[in-house]
């Protein structure tokens, strides 16, 4: 059956509205560099994106490669793009309709065994780092492991140092003892940018309820995805915006409005030759999903954003929780790590 979502004029006029009002947040994306980008978060309303500057396979050579490529982008893009290392550059963003690009790492390989690296990272720019991608590093065991010994010596540094400097931590791709121990361990709140409620979704890259309830007792926030794989309700059964709503939901009946966001997960960069590259290397994460089928039904692109505010207003959220799950909860955390510095 195909996408539909059936709303009065009225919902559809207050959905445009809580749209444009809203600083949106997508927590995270892997921007593919060029004037399509800029048409689809404008097009999208989006104010702010957590960009994967650099695949998470990548050393610290070829991160530092990415980084400067994506700095000299945004600055020879400066009339439409901010580079955020800083809550009131995703303001400033948003008030000059501009898009704040946040550069990540969803891999802490790149700093291999060493503090300083990471402190370099933190200097040019890179403001959120997840600690695994699904296999294990210094720090700790990704999701897709054989075993999952939990953080390392100098992952509980690493955290420290993350917390000391004010760079976002996430969760989204590790093991579930990493996951536990990095929460515990952190003085800051954390995010899982592109997860769901395993309660819902059974897959290994989703989270437990009683790590979901300890991630948001740190004050963090669960971003939910468009990506088919982790987020079908119906195994095999392309899932549609109506059931991300669902997970959002879950979480907010779990552990209330305040830690929920939204990470689409999507790369714009990705072609049918990836997409299947991809799969053979990380088979636990794509399992049978084609590439025309990785995204929820009624989202194609992040241009479709909007459809998620129609699907949150008809399900019945206030307006102030709408606010929230769009980008006022991400803000939230941006603003107590970076800004507490």
């Given amino acids: 059956m195909a996408y539909q979502l059936v709303l009065t004029q009225e919902q559809v006029e207050r959905a445009r509205q809580l749209h444009a009002e809203a600083t949106v947040v997508n927590c995270l994306m892997i921007v593919k560099y060029g004037d399509d980008f800029f048409r ?3 097009s999208g309303g989006i104010s702010a994106v957590n960009h994967t500057v650099a695949h998470p ?4 050579d070829e991160c530092l490669i990415e980084i400067n490529r994506c ?24 008030s000059q309709r501009k898009v704040a690009v946040i550069m990540g790492l969803q891999n802490a390989r790149a700093i291999e065994d060493s503090l300083g690296f990471l402190d370099i990272l933190h200097d040019l720019g890179v403001r959120v780092m997840q600690l695994t991608y699904q296999r294990q590093n210094f720090v700790g065991s990704g999701c897709g492991e054989r075993s999952d010994g939990g953080l390392t010596l100098f992952g ?3 955290v420290k140092r993350m917390n000391e400097i004010g760079m ?3 969760l989204s791709h590790c093991g579930i003892k990493t996951t536990a121990d990095a929460i515990r361990a952190s003085d800051d709140p954390v995010i899982c940018s592109h997860s769901h409620p395993y309660a819902l979704t059974q897959h290994i890259r989703n989270k437990s309820d009683d790590l979901i309830r300890a991630m948001a007792d740190k004050g963090g926030v669960l ?10 309700l119906v195994p095999g059964e392309r899932p549609s915006i109506v059931d991300l709503v669902t997970h959002i939901d879950y979480v907010a009946n779990l552990v209330g409005i305040d830690h929920v966001g939204i990470g689409t997960d999507t790369d714009e960069s990705v072609t049918r030759e990836k997409w299947a590259a991809s799969r053979d290397q990380y088979p636990e994460i794509f399992g049978h999903w084609s590439y025309d089928d990785r995204r929820a039904e009624g989202f194609s692109s992040d241009a ?3 459809e998620i505010t129609k699907a949150l207003v008809a399900q019945g ?10 980008g006022g909860n991400s803000m939230r955390v941006l603003e107590h790590v970076w800004d507490r510095m």
């Fill in 40 to 42: 689809l978060v404008d």
């Fill in 57 to 60: 396979d990548k050393g610290l």
């Fill in 71 to 94: 700095r000299q982008w945004v600055e020879a893009n400066s009339a439409r793009a901010i580079l955020a290392e800083r809550v009131a550059d995703i303001r400033e963003a948003k």
């Fill in 156 to 158: 509980l540094d690493v």
């Fill in 168 to 170: 976002v931590i996430d």
């Fill in 223 to 232: 971003g939910i995805t468009i990506f088919s794989p982790i987020s079908y």
């Fill in 304 to 306: 479709c954003f909007p």
């Fill in 317 to 326: 959220y206030s307006d102030g929780d709408v606010a929230k799950v769009l």
